[in-house]
């Protein structure tokens, strides 16, 4: 399996805290990804990073923040929690883009936000 | 409309069934394709990649309709262990930024 960790696994939060969740990466890939999962929608791309502080946004990045400063780390902020962001999110990382080249996933963290 | 459609499902079929599931993209400049499978609660793996002219891994067979813009996953003999939500994933061309589709899911019965 790829070296990719993501932390917490689990989280409860309080509406209006800010929450951070790490994803790191031991494969020093270049590609790294913030998904949400929510049941109905699928995996949908919140931010991510094409290069150390390199990033971008995805379809569904309003209330949140990403950072970069190294290759291995990748972070998501959530500045204000709200309870609309309760759900499971997903860090993957990619080597490169182009055929053959797939997207390895974190295992996930389950983020409720009451 | 969605970049990447699949059908939700649940495919319910008995072991031993052959199953297809197909997933229709919009762009045509879509340069490469795979299939991945998730488990309940557990994080997307990559199942297959699928390649123009067809690829096979054991029971399971991958094809790529460039024209009509679908591609597609069979299953044949089906266990109970191949119960999970498969997710058609679609690359763009010179894009970094894997899109997914929703996940159809499949329910294999004794």
């Known amino acids: 399996d790829a070296g990719i960790t993501q932390s917490p696994r689990h989280k409860v939060t309080e509406t209006g805290t800010p929450v951070t969740l790490r994803c790191h990466q031991t494969e020093n890939h270049r590609y790294m990804y913030w998904y949400r999962q929510d049941p109905g929608h699928g995996l949908r791309l919140i931010h991510y990073s094409y290069g150390v502080k390199d990033t971008d946004k995805g379809e569904v990045s309003d209330g949140y923040s990403v950072s970069r400063s190294k290759t291995e780390d990748f972070l998501l902020t959530l500045e204000s929690a709200t309870s609309s962001q309760t759900s499971v999110y997903f860090c993957?990382?990619?080597?490169?883009?182009?055929?053959?080249?797939?997207?390895?996933f974190g295992q996930g963290t389950r983020l409720t936000v009451v | 409309r969605k970049e990447v459609e699949q059908d939700p499902g649940p495919f319910n079929v008995p072991e031993g069934a052959t199953v297809a599931f197909n997933c229709t993209y919009s762009?045509?400049?879509?340069?490469?394709f795979f299939w991945y499978r998730q488990d309940c609660r557990k994080e997307p793996k990559l199942l297959m990649s699928?390649?123009?002219s067809g690829n096979e891994d054991g029971r399971f067979t991958a094809q790529l309709n460039r024209a009509s813009q679908y591609i597609s996953l069979l299953i044949r003999d089906s266990k109970l262990s191949d119960s999970a939500t498969y997710l058609c994933?679609?690359?763009?061309?010179?894009?970094?930024?894997?899109?997914f589709g929703r996940g159809t899911s499949l329910i294999v019965h004794p």
């Open positions: 699928v390649y123009s």
């Open positions: 993957a990382i990619s080597e490169s883009v182009g055929r053959d080249t797939e997207a390895f």
């Open positions: 762009n045509s400049a879509s340069q490469s």
């Open positions: 994933v679609v690359n763009l061309l010179r894009s970094y930024i894997p899109t």
